[in-house]
């Protein structure tokens, strides 16, 4: 585990379990292994928006930061996931018509 104090950053090294609340952007890994059962077994697809939503998460950086969402094809969408992109592409109609 690496932690900073007063006196800088200092590392102590130790075998063993670390529990899920303490791994690091935990939530990243819960959403890369959720796409891949979407992927693999059928399971709904969840958008970045939608997890983070859901999860109420703000560590999705490394996965949503610069992913645009783009869906594989054959994938069912979650509840919230289809939601919330119907939300979107609604509210971007509605502006591209404000602006004509």
């Known amino acids: ?7 800088g950053i200092g590392g102590t090294a130790g075998a ?3 529990s899920g609340s303490q791994i690091p952007w935990r939530e990243s890994y819960d959403l890369f ?8 077994y059928n399971k709904p697809w969840v958008t970045c928006d939608a997890f983070r939503k859901d ?5 999705t950086e490394s996965l949503c930061m610069l992913a645009d969402d783009n869906i594989p094809d054959g994938v069912k969408l979650s509840e ?3 939601k919330m ?3 979107r ?9 404000q602006r004509y």
Do not use: F, N, P
């Open 85 to 87: 992109l119907a939300d």
């Open 89 to 97: 592409k609604a509210a971007e109609e509605q502006s591209i018509t």
């Open 1 to 7: 585990m690496i932690t900073a104090g007063q006196g």
């Open 80 to 82: 919230l996931s289809a």
């Open 16 to 18: 063993g379990m670390v």
């Open 55 to 59: 999860t109420k998460s703000v560590y």
């Open 33 to 40: 292994y959720g796409r891949l059962e979407s992927l693999l």
